[in-house]
């Protein structure tokens, strides 16, 4: 249940959208609710071929359990969660994403066709941004979680960008999957204000979350996400015990429309050169 996610009882499902709908239907919708949430709409025998190769570098590295399959993701006993920015994360990381498979990903043809309906250009002309992004989440490590916060602070360039988020496997909520505020996007861009020391990003906005309504789900493979740069999200908590959560995050927009120099980066490095004088800088 959504509710014993952080136990509270403001979690609903995500609404469903048909990739075969109208683009008129489809805009409209991510309008009303800062998203689209789509049923399998990569295939699955992509999306585990992608965790097959993500996993073996994991394994190499030492993170997984070697008595067990690759693709179960068990942690093996007694490595401590790392994160990004930790030491021994960058380096797999680097590795991960120099894989032909990861880096290709998001140029599926059924993600570039919602991203072109979005954009309301050919699919064929959408601009997927060089900085491919993955997560790799341990479980016990509940403070790394990712914080609200909108895709814009990082992304800027051009407002109408748009994420998608895809894990690369099955992600019940308890494995940890992304939250959307629904219709948050509508209230533009709001300041980052909020320190969450350790949390990946380490800033986000202050969300009272006694009130605050958020849309999530269990992901089955294959199943995408697509929200607007203002949308407000945060990741949930992997609260299983020794399993990881390995994830992509990738954003499409307009070629001609503005785009910020780091998003033509690999992601380790502008995250990098995302230092705190950046982010103090960063201002509507």
């Known amino acids: 249940m959504l509710e014993a ?90 590795k991960v994403l120099q894989l032909p498979l990861f880096h290709d990903f998001p140029n599926d043809p059924n993600l570039l066709a919602i991203a072109g309906i979005l954009l309301d250009i ?32 990082y992304i800027r360039g051009s407002v109408d960008t748009y994420s998608c988020w895809i894990p690369l496997g099955e992600c019940p909520v308890e ?15 709001r300041e980052h204000t909020a320190n969450f020391p350790g949390a990946v990003g380490g800033v986000g906005l202050p969300v009272d979350e006694t009130t605050a309504v958020w849309h999530s789900t269990d992901f089955g493979l294959g199943d995408a996400l697509f929200f607007h740069s203002y949308s407000i999200h945060k990741a949930l908590p992997n609260l299983t015990a020794n399993r990881l959560r390995i994830s992509t995050d990738n954003r499409y927009q307009r070629p001609q429309d503005k785009i910020e120099p780091d998003a033509l980066l690999p992601h380790i490095v502008a995250d990098e050169k995302f230092d705190k004088k950046t982010r103090a800088a960063r201002k509507n």
């Open 122 to 153: 050919p699919a064929q002309e959408v601009l997927v941004h060089p900085r491919r992004i993955g997560r790799i989440t341990f479980p016990n490590n509940k403070g790394a979680t990712t914080p609200p916060h909108q895709d814009f602070y």
């Open 5 to 94: 996610v952080e136990k509270q009882k403001n979690y609903y499902p995500f609404f469903e959208s048909d990739p075969k709908a109208s683009a008129a239907d489809l805009r409209n919708q991510l309008q009303d609710n800062s998203y689209l949430f789509f049923r399998g709409l990569v295939a699955p025998e992509k999306i585990l071929q992608v965790r097959r190769a993500v996993l073996e570098v994991c394994m190499e590295a030492g993170w997984l359990d070697p008595v067990t399959d690759v693709m179960d993701a068990i942690v093996r006993p007694g490595v401590k969660p790392t994160s990004e920015g930790k030491p021994g994360y960058a380096a797999v990381y680097r």
């Open 175 to 189: 494995l940890g999957g992304l939250a959307i505020m629904p219709g948050s996007h509508r209230g533009g861009y």
